[in-house]
């Protein structure tokens, strides 16, 4: 009786115990043989580029190869990997080697000769040789995260230094290469510290064995928890080599905090200690990683040096003792102070722009694929320009909040906004700040908000009418009262000044934004033209054809703007918007490149007369006060403001550089204020940081347009005996036929539209008019 | 003096003026190297100049994306460089996609503006752009900028533009 008691009890203690097997090892097999882990894409900004002449204030070099995790040296003199020497006339980076899509750059120590805040020169320090240009490595923009918090940058075994293998194995698993999963020494030594101290004070877990509680199992040390992670171990073992759970361990570690950020893995460890790649760890750094893993947090090297010290140098203490180091490489090692790089938070300003560059990658790219692919994303950010883009927006909403009483918050409704730079000649995004706080609301207004747009539209009447030979720099519109039927009743224009202004210029009409001269305009050439105008420059949103489109009854959005200004901005030629380069997957394969692209939409001289008139606008229209604000250079602009003031715009260029900002509440609310006093100044003080108020650059003239005198008032060519005269910009074949004083000797070229050759002209003037 | 006396002494006048005054274009027969003008505008400009010789360098190595991605980068650095585009054009003309190039050479062409003349950039400009159309099987449009290409400079008399010949 017994013995078949005995009998049925094994047989189900044996069968209870195989299925208990099968269930780990298809637990295990999922995992190992499916995806080992899951790595958030990063994305990386622009690279900064150093070359001579550059003003390194401007750029804030210092700042960025602090960001990068660079340390100060003492002297330049054997400047280690990852440090810079900084003194007044004299700048010695060694900058890390760093992988790029496009190449990969070897470390390099940079010597730069300073002249105040000019880099003057710039050499290899290893072979005095001139250096152009070189790259610092790109920073860390922001990363994809699933629901855990985590960033890891996977390490190959064989990329791993073997002396951080063996620190890992000394401290960790000194029998790991030998053991079965489980090491029963190393349990009774366990078990007897414990005994000795009356509760557990010691662990006798094999690497394998951590690898099995942190990828399958809660860290509670029941002891149904111990003979899960014991079974899942032996299975490990049993079916994967050394090297394999080595790898996924190496990887898996957990290794501390970048501010909320969880850091597993030895690569992404050496970032964030070290600031290096993993395979250029030294002996020393490689006894830390190591060190660490028992209690990263209580260990840290940043807030309890000492501690970590201590811990460090015990590692070292066991490799010499398990032979895995030699004396002399223990005692060079010991020696070294422990130095670890700054710790720089993952940016935050650039939250918008990250779902903003989402949202351009392909479809396949979505959340869950992002979160978990690993990928390295090249971004256009430049991550300084972001920087300003934010605090401007944050710091000058709360100025005009405390300013003005129309903007102060009511309840839940702050006054929000936007800032978005281009790069018109490539469509690089450099900067987007969609909003004041990302946190209170990812509602990203530079590209997912649409609002009327108000006059900042109106340059696109303008061109439309020069492009199709309706309007001419020189010609003068009419602003008197106008009325436009439409169905139900009249549509009647006013101006923001409730007056009319008679007979105006045609550039002032557009300085001083006169709305029923543009919505007159508007009429002439066709709002259907208008439209296909806007769409052409690269407004993708549907535009309603009806009359007050002409001053911007449409609803936009700032990037939209800003690709249309941008188009106008580089001569005619449309760009792409661009907010990536490349995408990296992580065995280094570009799997998407987004290249500079860009199609002729408009010819070069319509796109630079209309360039020359929002210059106008910022040199006496309504955008003057820019000038007051210290900003010099060539600018051109246009502000506008919506009906009942619930919009505020300003849309600026520069030859290198269109910037839009919008102001306003979510929910449509009248702010009281013309867009001269509320998106300007934020405008103002975003350029003026931006470049330091020097603006670089001038608007290049095409050889189609010529600049003549005219007379202002007829707008006709003034010759010589004019009374008053100023000079005009002209497409070739549109100047005036007819001079002041008019000439009247001979009918003029009557079949070249009344225009002369220069030559003819000269004989002219020489000879007089040949006699009939 | 007859008016057509005039007009005939003035522009012999001119013709001798332009044989004996510094001319402003190239010397015959040659055109725009971009190393002539690693040296030239202000630091912007420089850097990125010689990031172009740095990307000719690499495309005659058979570097090609290291090539197009230092061209970029001299635009990140000077957008308004011409001779980025133009070496973005060759790129694309020989190495890429030709459609893409007729639109770089627009953007060269604008950004030359009127120093195209004087910068020995002509030949380039009409040579791309006939090799480019032609690329695109549109050989009534290429000849003449192919023609034009072959008569003012020796360089393109093989109708191609190698990066060294670029450089």
């Known amino acids: 009786m017994l013995g078949l008691s005995l009998f049925v009890t094994s047989l189900v203690f044996g069968f209870l115990t195989a299925r208990h097997f099968i269930e780990m090892d298809a637990i295990v097999r999922e995992r190992f043989e499916g995806r080992l882990f899951r790595v958030p894409s990063k994305v990386l900004s622009a690279p900064t580029i150093l070359y001579p002449g550059l003003d390194w204030k401007q750029i804030d070099l210092r700042g960025a190869l602090r960001r990068l995790g660079y340390r100060e040296a003492a002297s330049a003199q054997g400047l280690a990997l990852g440090r810079y020497h900084w003194s007044d006339r004299r700048v010695t980076v060694h900058r890390r080697p760093f992988e790029h899509p496009s190449r990969a750059e070897p470390a390099r120590v940079i010597a730069m000769r300073m002249a105040g805040p000019i880099i003057e020169e710039m050499r290899d320090a290893q072979t005095g040789r001139e250096i152009g240009a070189v790259f610092l490595e790109p920073e860390l923009v922001g990363s994809y995260y699933g629901p855990t918090h985590e960033q890891r940058e996977l390490a190959r075994l064989d990329s791993v230094p073997a002396h951080l293998v063996e620190a890992v194995i000394a401290v960790e698993d000194q029998r790991f290469m030998t053991h079965p999963g489980i090491d029963w020494r190393r349990i009774g030594g366990a078990l007897i510290a414990n005994l000795k101290a009356g509760g557990i004070t010691q662990g006798g877990s094999t690497l394998t064995q951590q690898l099995a509680k942190n990828f399958f199992l809660t860290p509670d040390r029941k002891l149904w928890r111990k003979v899960q992670e014991a079974t899942m171990a032996v299975i490990m073992e049993a079916r994967y080599d050394k090297e394999l759970i080595l790898e996924a361990y190496l990887n898996e570690i957990y290794l501390g905090q970048r501010g909320g950020t969880a850091i597993h893995g030895v690569g992404e460890g050496a970032r964030l200690y070290f600031g290096k790649n993993v395979r250029d760890l030294a002996l020393h750094e490689s006894a830390l990683i190591a060190a660490l893993i028992q209690s990263p947090n209580w260990l840290s090297p940043h807030r309890q040096p000492d501690r970590a010290q201590t811990r460090r140098d015990l590692v070292l203490k066991l490799m010499r003792e398990q032979g895995r180091i030699s004396e002399g490489a223990y005692q060079r090692a010991v020696a070294q102070r422990l130095r670890v790089a700054t710790v720089t938070p993952e940016p935050r300003e650039a939250r918008y722009f990250l779902d903003a560059l989402q949202r351009q990658l392909p479809d396949f790219y979505d959340g869950g694929t992002l979160a978990t692919e690993g990928l390295q994303i090249y971004s256009t950010l430049d991550l300084r320009m972001q920087r300003l883009a934010t605090r401007t927006l944050v710091e000058e909403l709360e100025r005009l909040e405390k300013a003005h009483e129309s903007l102060a918050a009511k309840g839940s409704e702050v006054l929000q906004g936007c800032i978005i730079a281009l790069r018109p000649q490539t469509g690089e995004v450099l900067a987007l700040a969609g909003g004041r706080s990302y946190s209170r609301s990812q509602y990203d207004r530079c590209s997912q908000a649409r609002r009327p747009a108000g006059s900042v539209f109106k340059p696109f009447v303008y061109l439309t009418a020069i492009q199709n030979g309706t309007l001419t720099l020189g010609d003068w519109l009419d602003d008197s009262p106008l009325e436009v039927p439409v169905p139900g009743g009249k549509w009647t224009p006013r101006n923001f000044d409730r007056k009319f202004h008679g007979r105006v210029p045609a550039r002032t009409a557009l300085e001083k934004s006169y709305n029923v001269a543009a919505a007159r305009l508007g009429q002439q050439v066709g709002i259907d033209r208008v439209a296909k105008m806007a769409h052409s420059l690269g407004i993708e949103s549907t535009l309603p054809r009806v009359p007050s489109l002409a001053i911007g009854a449409a609803d936009l959005a700032p990037i939209e703007l800003a690709r249309a200004y941008a188009t106008i901005a580089n001569g005619g030629i449309r760009p792409r918007i661009r907010t990536f380069e490349d995408v990296v997957d992580p065995a280094g394969g570009t799997v998407e490149r987004q290249p500079i692209t860009f199609d002729r939409v408009i010819d070069g001289g319509s796109a630079y007369l209309v360039t020359s008139m929002l210059e106008g606008v910022v040199n006496q229209g309504t955008a003057a006060s820019l000038r007051r604000q210290g900003l010099a250079g060539p600018i051109a602009g246009k502000t506008g403001t919506s009906n009942d003031y619930k919009d505020a715009w300003f849309v600026g260029f520069t030859p290198e550089l269109v910037v839009v900002v919008w102001v306003g509440f979510d929910t449509p609310r009248n702010l009281g204020l013309a867009s001269s006093r509320v998106a300007l100044p934020v405008w103002a003080r975003f350029m003026k940081e931006v470049t330091g108020g020097r603006i670089r650059g001038r608007f290049l003239r095409p050889p189609e347009v010529v600049e003549l005198e005219i007379h202002p008032e007829s707008g006709a060519l003034a010759l010589a005996g004019c009374p008053e005269r100023r000079s005009e910009l002209y497409l070739r074949g549109t100047e005036p036929a007819a001079t002041c004083p008019e000439w009247s000797s001979r009918p003029r070229n009557p079949e070249g539209g009344g225009r002369r050759g220069w030559l003819e002209r000269l004989f002219d003037d020489i000879l007089g008019p040949e006699a009939p | ?167």
């Open chain 2, 1 to 167: 003096m007859s008016r057509n006396g005039v007009a005939f002494v003035l522009i012999a006048g001119l013709f001798v003026s332009s044989c004996v005054a510094p001319a402003r274009l190239s010397p015959a027969g040659e055109a725009l190297r971009v190393s002539a003008f690693a040296d030239r505008g202000d630091a912007q400009r420089r850097a990125s100049t010689r990031m172009v010789v740095g990307g000719l360098e690499a495309s005659d190595l058979g570097h090609q994306i290291e090539a197009v991605a230092s061209f970029e980068r001299a635009l990140q650095v000077d957008p308004s460089n011409p001779l980025a585009y133009l070496a973005l054009a060759r790129h694309e003309t020989f190495e890429g996609d030709p459609r893409r190039a007729l639109a770089f050479l627009d953007k060269a062409e604008a950004t030359f503006g009127r120093s195209a003349e004087g910068m020995g950039a002509l030949p380039h400009l009409h040579g791309l752009r006939g090799a480019a159309l032609s690329a695109l099987g549109r050989p009534a449009e290429s000849e003449p900028h192919l023609a034009e290409a072959r008569r003012s400079a020796r360089v393109w008399a093989d109708g191609q533009l190698d990066a060294a010949e670029l450089r």
